[in-house]
């Protein structure tokens, strides 16, 4: 089978990405989409000295290879970035078969923020290291907005560490391409000089407010069935209508089919930072029904004294996305609350320490790969796709799948 690598620009270990030369170290994680590999090449990197992420994805399936051709163009757009954000992903090389659509990534070896919170003690994190990970999730947030992408799938597992103990986002085919807001207050730099008349400001939040509202009444307000409808929209206006995210995470302006904006994703900041918290989300109920109208309906509860984190997030999880921290101002909204204070903010990467730093596994996938015991990244997906893997007992003592 032929492999056609693309003429991405900004290739490194993966250069000349020809998948029938990938070897798999790994299997890193399978999503709806796709599936995810830590891999080497066999013949540049014998000696594994720079795996990588290759997300792998069939294309027999119709929607996921359109899904996975919006997420490459997405992180391409991240890649061409001449000032790209530390904390979103580089796409290293991209290749196409007739069979199959695959992208490399750098590997994020500290694993999803979902299993780093589990190994806490009582499944939380304390007030310092929230701080730390939502500074870093908001700067990507806030250099994604201000593409005019909107991420719509923020959840802890598509918060990967890198090796270096920072974020990654990973994960963008449900994010969309929106016009940036005609809201002037979102950008602060196009309103550099602060206006002296606060009530002028009020009033010009109302008229912005009205011409918003406006735009929600034109916008063709499918009542979307949250149960059923799943409908994919990469790209419209400023304004998206589709049903897209996780239930636990789905804004009440997505369930309610009103359309949506940039807004859903500090909504999905708010149930984020109350899940650091608590261990839970705020509004999962016992089915999907009872989650969407727990999202619709219901406040967050706190438990213990309120403080400056739980203002931040009942700010977050204001149903009305016009009343949302971060609807009008955008990001900069969010980094002037009081929980943030004393972040240096254009510092992160060099300030901040992160709280964990992920231990080292390359000694222990060199030791175990060699160039007969790597296994072709097509012959392992095949393998993984045919139902059902036997159970270990089944396993012959040669079966060379068993270790995966
Ligand atoms: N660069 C990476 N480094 C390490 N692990 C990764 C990397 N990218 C993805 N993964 C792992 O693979 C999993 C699946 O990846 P991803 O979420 O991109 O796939 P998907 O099919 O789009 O999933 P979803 O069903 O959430 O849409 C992730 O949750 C993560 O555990």
Not at 112 to 136: C, M, P, T, W
Request: hydrophobic share 35%; charged share 25%.
């Amino acid at each position: 089978m032929e492999t056609r690598p693309s003429s991405s620009s900004s290739l490194s270990p993966a250069t000349n990405l020809n998948l029938d030369r990938l070897k798999v170290l790994k299997l890193l994680g399978k999503g709806a989409t796709g599936t995810v590999f830590l891999v080497h090449d066999s013949v540049s990197d014998s000696s594994v000295s720079s795996p990588f992420a290759l997300k792998l994805v069939d294309k027999s399936s119709a929607s996921s290879l359109r899904r996975a051709r919006w997420e490459i163009q997405i992180l391409r757009r991240l890649s061409d970035d001449t000032n790209p954000n530390p904390f979103l992903p580089k796409l290293l090389a991209s290749s196409e078969s007739s069979e199959f659509i695959a992208w490399a990534l750098p590997y994020c070896s500290g694993g999803d923020l979902n299993v780093l919170r589990q190994r806490q003690n009582d499944g939380v994190f304390s007030s310092s290291v929230i701080k730390f990970y939502l500074a870093e999730i908001v700067c990507a947030l806030d250099h994604l907005h201000t593409m005019g992408i909107a991420y719509r799938d923020l959840k802890p597992e598509n918060i990967l560490l890198q090796e270096s103990g920072h974020v990654t986002l990973t994960d963008f085919d449900l994010s969309c391409s929106l016009n940036k807001p005609t809201r002037p207050e979102f950008y602060h730099l196009s309103d550099p000089e602060p206006d002296p008349n606060p009530e002028s400001n009020l009033s010009h939040n109302k008229k912005s407010l009205r011409i918003f509202r406006q735009k929600k009444k034109k916008t063709k307000s499918a009542r979307v069935n949250p149960i059923t409808r799943r409908r994919l929209s990469f790209s419209g206006g400023e304004r998206s209508n589709s049903f897209v995210g996780t239930d636990e995470y789905i804004s009440p302006e997505v369930i309610r089919g009103d359309g949506h904006d940039f807004a859903v994703d500090w909504w999905a900041l708010g149930v984020l930072t109350y899940e650091m918290m608590y261990g839970e989300t705020p509004f999962k109920g016992r089915n999907k029904k009872e989650t969407f109208r727990n999202v619709l309906v219901k406040e967050p509860e706190f438990a213990g004294k309120p403080s400056d984190l739980t203002d931040l997030i009942r700010r977050l999880l204001v149903k009305d996305p016009t009343k949302r921290f971060g609807f009008w101002r955008g990001a900069a909204e969010i980094k002037e609350h009081a929980f943030f204070k004393g972040v240096r903010w254009e510092l992160l990467t060099e300030v901040l320490r992160p709280p964990f730093i992920p231990l080292r596994d390359d000694g222990d996938l060199t030791g175990k790969v060699t160039e007969e015991s790597g296994f072709g990244i097509k012959e392992y997906f095949e393998k993984l796709k045919t139902p059902p893997l036997p159970l270990p007992h089944e396993c012959s003592e040669n079966n060379p799948f068993v270790d995966f």
